[in-house]
């Protein structure tokens, strides 16, 4: 990959983040004798998408329903579409399976999946095109594939081809690694004495085939001096290689059967009234950005009662989405929440909400909530559009009505709704008493240095005219810290009549017409109206855990293509939090990709070896890294590690070209 901001497309669990936050334990393996379908499954059918960790979990079954079972787990949570009949990706897999057994393989009656060609066609499918070269006397066959990445992962960059080609014309078609076959290999004859005289005699042939005789990868810059192809390419196929126990693969199915746990079934009849959901974006005192969000539990419907006749299941999920649908982060959990009294023999149900914290950065995001429920076949959803931050002179986030406000008795930062030591309570469903003040918390930002401002707030009914309130209030430039504000204010309701409203705040440079910024919301007011309890995603505590709020924030600067932020935050996670292996190995192939070799080399000097040990990829960067700075003793202690933990690794050889 030549740069982080290919690293895009993130679909990451919070379970996930907070699984890879914290240091895993290894398994042991304990090996049963497999009766012959179930080898046949596990060895020939899906051994390039089945991570090690399920495989050691399958080698440990002990009877037939016990498999039969995993599998169809296996093909569960791989399901795009949850509880969907067809599995689309359990059908493509067989018949990617199906063709690679009856198209490859044949010249050395060699199984088709078995053979290169026959791998990528099972990970990837039919290539977008694919170019033959045969027929010519001084070059081996050939045959060059070409893809978009569409599989998800973002390990993978945008676009890539697969070169493969039959050494001495013998055996199979295999993967071509520029850096560790080099040019020379593909060619016959004495005329060839270099890199650069292969490059010269496939141009005429093909322009794609001579660049990908040099990189695999599209916009991977040549060395058009010394034609000494770059590692980047090997790194690709090393993936390939190794898909199923890639770090996003790896995570994307711990996620997915963690979901599966909690969601079931999309196939439920949707409810048409939408979830209520406030969301309110603040920065802190140290300008990092807070999404707070609220959602309103004020039916009994959206829930099951538990069985103590207290408390209701709520089975709720949410997914943080870029402005163009990349999911950033996820989560899903059923809980019981405290809802019912029983007075006089009767039991009372009484709403509630229950709110989270999500740490984010600048940018357009949705805020996707759903609550299933599953023995009912019923489906409630809920969004809300989210800007975090902006270009535009004065930002003003919010407003959120809240109709409580204590101090706080032990002030976290991880507490939702909670700013510099209060507790604020988010008005449920939008709606207050019109027979209290109606109370507004929101923050300005300035892009340059702050002015006097002037606050209009507008109260109007939606459909009656005369029903309406404006107030007027200024806000000084000392008021500002750091550019930021932030303030609430208590508008008088006196004389407003219950019903549906908006509420309108616009921000005005003193003395002058011009609007800087405005926001409006929906009111409804109402004499009735009472508080509803506000309750905690116990999650958002694990926000206080070190390297977690980094690395979300990381994730967040990836899927809206900010390769330099996330570097940044990457560093901090791991800084935080050095157990976090997938912050190390994203934060490694980020230094490495952009040649910053001394900032991988200090990595290893603070952490040590253990970061890197996870995958062979991160110890090949780190190995490099050391002999690009000049410690070269080191870089060769660092590939006789990986040779001892990944053996002959075509990876571990290709760096050996370099450091031995």
């Keep these: 990959m030549p740069s982080l901001a290919r690293t895009i497309g993130l679909t990451v669990s919070l379970a996930f983040v907070l ?14 004798a497999l009766p012959e379908h179930y080898a046949k499954w596990l060895n020939e059918e899906v051994p390039y998408i089945i991570t090690d960790e399920e495989k050691k979990g399958f080698l440990r079954l002990t009877t037939d329903a016990d498999r039969d079972l995993f599998i169809e787990d296996f093909w569960d949570v791989r399901n795009p579409v949850r509880g969907a009949v067809p599995n689309t990706y359990k059908e493509e897999h067989y018949k990617r399976l199906q063709y690679a057994n009856e198209t490859f393989g ?47 992962d973002p390990s993978f960059p945008s676009f890539f081809s697969l070169l493969f080609y039959m050494p001495e014309d013998i055996g199979e078609y295999r993967f071509y690694r520029p850096y560790l076959d080099g040019p020379m290999q593909l060619v016959r004859g004495s005329q060839f004495n270099a890199n650069s005289d292969v490059y010269s005699f496939l141009r005429p042939i093909g322009a794609d085939l001579a660049l990908a005789s040099m990189s695999l990868i599209p916009g991977d810059p040549i060395d058009t001096q010394t034609f000494v192809p770059t590692m980047t390419s090997d790194l690709l196929i090393s993936r390939i290689r190794n898909f199923a126990n890639d770090y996003f693969n790896v995570g994307k199915i711990r996620e997915m059967r963690s979901l599966q746990a909690h969601v079931t079934s999309y196939f439920m009849n949707a409810d048409q009234r939408p979830l209520d959901v406030n969301t309110l974006v603040l920065a802190d005192p140290a300008g990092q950005y807070w999404l707070d969000y609220s959602v309103s539990i004020d039916r009994p419907e959206l829930g099951k009662a538990a069985s103590d006749d207290k408390s209701l299941n709520v089975a709720l999920s949410w997914r943080l989405l870029t402005e163009s649908g990349k999911v950033v982060v996820e989560d899903a959990g059923e809980r019981q929440w405290p ?19 999500l740490p984010v950065v600048p940018g357009h995001y949705t805020l996707e909530v759903n609550i299933a429920r599953r023995d009912a076949f019923k489906s409630f959803r809920g969004q809300q559009s989210v800007l975090v931050g902006g270009s535009a002179p004065m930002t003003l986030s919010g407003p959120l009505m809240f109709t409580g406000i204590t101090q706080a008795t032990h002030p976290d930062a991880s507490t939702p709704f909670q700013y510099f030591g209060t507790q604020f309570q988010p008005a449920a469903r939008h709606v207050v008493s019109s027979r209290m003040p109606l109370r507004v918390l929101y923050q300005l930002e300035s892009v340059d240095t702050p002015e006097d401002l002037e606050i209009e707030y507008l109260i109007a009914h939606a459909q009656i005219h005369e029903n309406r309130r404006t107030v007027t209030e200024s806000v000084h430039a000392a008021q500002f810290r750091d550019k930021r504000l932030m303030t609430s204010k208590a508008l008088p309701l006196t004389g407003l009549p219950d019903g549906e409203y908006r509420v309108v705040v616009t921000v005005r440079r003193a003395g002058s017409a011009e609007s800087l910024a405005s926001v409006n919301v929906a009111l409804r007011l109402d004499s009735t109206a009472s508080e509803a309890a506000l309750f905690f995603d116990p999650n958002t505590r694990q926000m206080n ?8 924030r990381a994730l967040c600067a990836l899927s809206l293509e900010e390769p330099d932020l996330a570097t940044s935050y990457l560093r901090q996670s791991v800084d935080q939090n050095p157990a976090n292996e997938t912050a190390a190995w994203q934060l490694t192939r980020a230094y490495f990709e952009t040649k910053r070799y001394a900032d991988v080399v200090a990595m290893y000097n603070q952490l040590g070896e253990k970061p890197f040990e996870g995958s062979v990829e991160s110890l090949a960067q780190l190995s490099l890294s050391l002999w690009n700075v000049g410690r070269h003793e080191d870089a060769r202690s660092v590939l006789s590690d990986a040779r001892q933990t990944f053996g002959d690794d075509p990876l571990v050889a290709a760096v050996a070209k370099t450091v031995q």
């Design 19 to 32: 699984l890879f936050c914290c240091a895993t334990a290894s398994w042991a393996q304990k090996r049963n």
């Design 106 to 152: 044949r010249r050395s009656n060699t199984p088709g999946w078995h053979t290169d060609m026959g791998r990528a066609w099972i990970l990837f499918g039919k290539p977008k095109s694919h170019v033959t070269f045969i027929g010519y006397s001084q070059l081996y066959p050939c045959e060059l594939w070409f893809y978009s990445n569409e599989t998800g």
């Design 339 to 357: 809802a019912f009294e029983a007075t006089d023999g009767a039991k009372t149900f009484h709403p509630f909400q229950i709110a989270g914290r």
């Design 545 to 552: 855990q070190p390297g977690v709020a980094a690395y979300i």
